[in-house]
């Protein structure tokens, strides 16, 4: 069974940071591309972040480039998204995002954070 477990948001100051992590399961981790996206209250699903199984490609939102950071490490099955210099802005639910064949997409369970002085 996949599965996509997200930790690491919580309450944080603009300029501050926060590290998220997704463990993966139930799937060859290291084989696959993995995502993060976040979504804002009354606003749609928006990409993230984005690493490649093979080299470890990264891309990023126009929005996050130089404050994000994506990584993974396939021992432990996990991604991550080092976030920071965060802005109110940033403030959304952020989930984990795999693709796993053509048409099979998973999404973790998403972690709250929240810029606000």
């Known amino acids: 069974q996949v599965q996509l477990v997200e930790s690491g948001g919580g309450l944080v100051q603009p300029g501050g940071s926060l590290r998220l992590s997704c463990a993966a399961s139930?799937?060859?981790?290291?084989?696959?591309?993995m995502s993060w996206y976040r979504q804002a209250p009354g606003k749609e699903r928006e990409f993230v972040a984005s690493?490649?199984?093979?080299?470890?490609?990264?891309d990023y939102a126009d929005s996050v480039k130089g404050r994000f950071t994506i990584s993974r490490d396939n021992a432990e099955n996990t991604v991550y998204l080092q976030m920071n210099s965060l802005k109110p802005e940033d403030t959304a639910v952020y989930y984990c995002?795999?693709?796993?064949?053509?048409?099979?997409?998973?999404w973790g369970q998403g972690t709250q954070v929240t810029v606000s002085s």
């Open positions: 995002y795999a693709r796993i064949g053509v048409r099979s997409v998973y």
């Open positions: 139930g799937f060859t981790f290291s084989a696959y591309p």
């Open positions: 690493i490649t199984s093979t080299t470890s490609t990264t």
